[in-house]
């Protein structure tokens, strides 16, 4: 092509961000038009997931909570679009080098999108090569129209001011507002086609029932309180802490889960045949290691699945075994000690269903990993297409690198959800609940303190069974002016809840949950 040279940075840096945006809204429509085809934002975003410094994960979980992936795809796509409008810039300055430095730099960012798309076992590798070279077809299309464009504008502003009106001027601006409306457009659509994708459950299959349910919910399991945490959590409210910008969409007619490792049988399972065993049911408790003293990244469901010790004792477990690593479809790893399952109540599931319903997609269809007592970083794989019998000493799991604990056993915590933080309420009578979880062991006892006064017990709901959280409840007797509240557990064993505050790394938080009211 002819070096154009546009005086303006600030036309050559509006050709480039439209470029770059007109092709990743392309890339993305194409993503959510054709399965199999790379999402370049998803993709680059998963890499920068992948290749995380140690500590990033809990410094953007505290900062941003569930909001992380959101913004990390925005950051992402926002990136791109400032990087672009930096090439077109280059592109600008009217030699031949530059321009070829541009789309250089243009193809350097499809590259690295193209390589990260190579590392997703879901991405069809010829139409990753296809959206890569669209994608460059598409910059060098409008990058080269608009500086023509505006070059032409420019020469008109230096020339005679006879011509009336500037059709130069408006020749450019409205190619740059529908090649923009047209990035928007595209790039929105195929953002929401992959979102409806990954969230559509018309194919899944119902498991069968269970051959043991769980037993009835006790009665007084749940307190009626407005704002408290419901005891079962519904599915579309349950957290989700993972590693996945777009929630994976595996075909159970071709999933396969195989046990391998130290066993002495190796075994392979289909969707099918996992479903042809026994199914069994159980409320579990789970947290995710980042969870902040007080936060809301823990839930309790119904679990239903088949049973791990099942499926091990038909492996045959060698004796050197001391770690079982559960890993995704994408190779994510979480390892936990065989001895933890020595305990004939603590049963670990393969779950395929939750509250009833088929697994949803981004709790871990077609199955998961469910570990009564653990975080969910060291035994909650989602997506679960392998099991490795292995030893403590010769592997580390994905998080154990990035200076997370190998052991993690789930601290008692427990939480207050009304009145909530900062709340103004009349004097008397006034109910603070929430809920406490110490899974595995239960809770026994919690405490309601009101500034530097006395412990006052709670009521406790029913508990299920000692791998589900409980509801707790204190009438308080509230005077007027501001006050401090804290709440503490007490788990099964008579252990009491740690009062020391620390940060969620590298094994948990620890600390009294406490927020300030003012009663009027």
Request: charged share 15%.
């Amino acid at each position: 092509m002819r070096a154009m040279h546009v005086r303006s940075w600030v036309l050559a840096a509006a050709a480039g961000l439209l470029a770059g945006g007109v092709a990743l809204g392309v890339a993305e429509l194409v993503a959510g038009l054709v399965p199999g085809a790379p999402s370049p934002v998803s993709e680059i975003g998963a890499l920068l997931i992948a290749y995380q410094p140690r500590g990033a994960e809990q410094v953007v979980v505290s900062l941003l909570g569930k909001a992380d992936k959101p913004v990390l795809t925005i950051a992402v796509a926002l990136g791109g679009l400032l990087l672009s409008a930096g090439l077109g810039v280059v592109a600008g300055a009217g030699t031949p080098i530059r321009w070829a430095a541009a789309l250089t730099g243009f193809g350097a960012l499809g590259l690295l999108a193209l390589v990260a798309a190579f590392r997703d076992p879901l991405v069809d590798p010829l139409l990753a090569v296809g959206v890569f070279a669209l994608s460059l077809g598409v910059t060098w299309w409008v990058l080269s129209r608009l500086l023509r464009l505006a070059v032409a504008l420019e020469d008109r502003r230096k020339g005679p001011a006879a011509e009336m009106p500037d059709w130069s001027r408006r020749r450019f601006i409205g190619n740059s507002l529908g090649l923009g409306l047209a990035a928007l457009a595209s790039g929105a659509v195929g953002r929401t086609l992959l979102e409806v994708r990954a969230h559509e459950a018309a194919s899944i299959e119902t498991p069968p029932a269970p051959v043991e349910t769980a037993p009835p919910l006790p009665a007084g399991s749940s307190l009626d309180v407005p704002g408290i945490t419901p005891l079962v959590v519904p599915n579309a409210d349950f957290y989700r802490i993972d590693t996945q910008l777009l929630t994976p969409r595996l075909d159970a007619a071709s999933w396969k889960l195989t046990v391998t490792g130290m066993v002495d049988h190796p075994l392979t399972f289909t969707y099918a045949q996992l479903l042809a065993m026994p199914l069994h049911e159980e409320y579990i408790t789970i947290q995710c290691v980042s969870n902040e003293v007080g936060g809301d990244l823990v839930g309790n469901a119904l679990w239903r699945g088949v049973r791990l010790r099942d499926v091990l004792d038909k492996a045959g477990v060698q004796p050197g075994a001391t770690q079982i690593v559960g890993r995704s479809f994408d190779g994510w790893t979480a390892g936990f000690p065989t001895a933890w399952l020595a305990e004939s109540d603590r049963e670990a599931l393969i779950a395929v269903a939750m509250n009833g319903q088929p697994l949803p997609p981004a709790h871990g269809y077609p199955a998961r990993l469910m570990v009564p007592g653990l975080y969910g970083y060291v035994s909650a794989t989602k997506w679960l297409t392998n099991i490795q019998l292995t030893t403590l000493d010769s592997f580390d799991a994905y998080w154990v690198p990035l200076g997370w604990s190998k052991l993690g056993p789930i601290k008692t915590a427990s939480r207050i959800d009304v009145p909530t933080v900062g709340a103004n309420m009349k004097a008397g009578t006034v109910t603070v609940a929430g809920v406490a979880w110490a899974p595995d062991r239960g809770i026994s006892n919690v405490e309601l303190q009101v500034d530097d006064g006395a412990w006052q017990p709670a009521r406790l709901s029913t508990p299920i069974s000692r791998t589900t959280w409980v509801q707790w409840l204190v009438r308080w007797q509230a005077s007027g002016g501001n006050h401090r509240l804290r709440v503490r557990a007490t788990d099964g064993a008579g252990q009491l809840q740690i009062e020391e505050p620390h940060e969620p790394a590298p094994n948990g938080a620890t600390g009294y949950h406490t927020i300030g009211v003012t009663v009027a």
